[in-house]
């Protein structure tokens, strides 16, 4: 089938500080199926950028295999991206942001693509601590062929062919907690209110920031008795905290400062401001963010919103003392060191 999308855009549409609109983040057109939550999820990526005045072409995309990882082509369509192999998007992610740590790292991926293929990847990018922002399409299943039981999906889940999941899901929120993972949230596809200034909270922190977003696949996997079904989410979603982001050089609004909730102050001087909605948790206290998902998960409920921040944090870069330039932009005698330095090497290993 061939879309054609119109190019016409209202003269009005509000612009950013660098003079774009919305559609200098837009890509592609999507060939996802119509209803899919990864698409919602594209729009917050989109909107999340738009709103930073992100310059699309310090942005790096980068995804694995499925629906999930196509959606790289429906966003940001002027800046860098690979699309890599099945569950090896963070060692590419890795090998990138070494190389250049001046780019803003955006990856996703899909319960698949990360919690079965690409598990041993993913553990090890977050105990690197390397900047990027990791999205999770979490839709409990392999949508790209055709609709298989992921490693998410919850023990007692009924398939729309009928089969019920006899296996306990693993909980990528929690395992990023366990982890030490630097910065953790969990939100829902049809909630843009709450993951737009996650994603951008997220795309601020320095370090590595986990969003695990339950992403309904209209096709495969929404069907009753699913516990990622939109009917299903939406009734059992509780959510942890109102957040809103606001950026650096935003002055803080007087509202915040009376409110009773929580200004998070990051790195830069940017802020998060919680409105705390559910009791115990306390999102810089990790022990206290493992015990709320697992609460909720005995509640059955899905807990969404910013789980743990280490405001503190320190990333990749810092830990091995890279160069503080990217590699490209390094003349042959810094990137070099001569023979005599490799000589003196040689001589200290004999
Ligand atoms: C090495 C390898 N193994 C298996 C596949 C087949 N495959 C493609 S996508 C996929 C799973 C996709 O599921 P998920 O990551 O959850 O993404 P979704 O399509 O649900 O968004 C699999 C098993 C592959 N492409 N490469
Ligand atoms: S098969 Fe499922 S995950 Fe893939 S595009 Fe369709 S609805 Fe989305």
Not at 46 to 65: N, T, V
Not at 84 to 97: D, F
Not at 302 to 325: A, C, K, M, V
């Amino acid at each position: 089938m061939t879309y054609i999308r119109s190019q016409f855009r209202h003269p009005g549409l509000p612009k950013n500080d660098l003079g774009y609109t919305t559609k200098e983040y837009e890509g592609a057109i999507s060939t996802l199926c119509a209803g899919c939550g990864h698409d919602s999820i594209s729009s917050c990526i989109i909107q999340a950028c738009f709103e930073l005045s992100l310059a699309p072409h310090r942005i790096a995309k980068l995804s694995g295999i499925g629906c999930s990882s196509k959606t790289p082509t429906y966003f940001l369509g002027h800046s860098h991206g690979f699309n890599s192999v099945h569950g090896r998007m963070p060692s590419v992610a890795t090998g990138a942001n070494l190389a250049n740590r001046d780019l803003v790292y955006l990856g996703v991926s899909g319960d698949g693509d990360t919690a079965s293929i690409g598990m041993g990847q993913f553990v090890h990018v977050i105990r690197r601590n390397l900047n990027m922002v990791y999205i999770v399409m979490n839709n409990g299943c392999y949508g790209l062929t055709k609709g298989q039981d992921s490693a998410t999906a919850d023990e007692g889940s009924k398939s729309k062919k009928g089969s019920v999941n006899p296996f306990q899901p693993i909980d990528l929120a929690g395992l990023a907690l366990e982890l030490g993972a630097s910065f953790v949230a969990q939100s829902f596809s049809g909630d843009s209110e709450q993951l737009v200034p996650l994603i951008k909270a997220a795309i601020e922190h320095p370090g590595f920031a986990f969003i695990n977003v339950i992403s309904p696949c209209v096709t495969f996997n929404n069907n009753p008795g699913s516990t990622k079904s939109y009917d299903f989410v939406r009734d059992h979603i509780e959510t942890a905290a109102i957040i809103d982001f606001v950026p650096a050089k935003e002055e803080i609004t007087t509202n915040y400062e009376k409110g009773a909730g929580t200004n998070i102050k990051m790195h830069d001087g940017s802020f998060i401001h919680l409105e705390k909605l559910a009791a115990g948790v306390d999102p810089y206290d990790r022990l206290a963010a493992i015990t709320a998902l697992q609460n909720a998960r005995n509640n059955d409920e899905i807990l969404t919103g910013l789980l743990y921040i280490e405001p503190e944090s320190t990333d990749l870069h810092h830990t091995l003392q890279t160069s503080e330039r990217p590699l490209n932009s390094l003349a042959q005698e810094a990137l070099c060191p001569g023979a005599a330095a490799l000589e003196g090497i040689n001589q200290d290993c004999r």
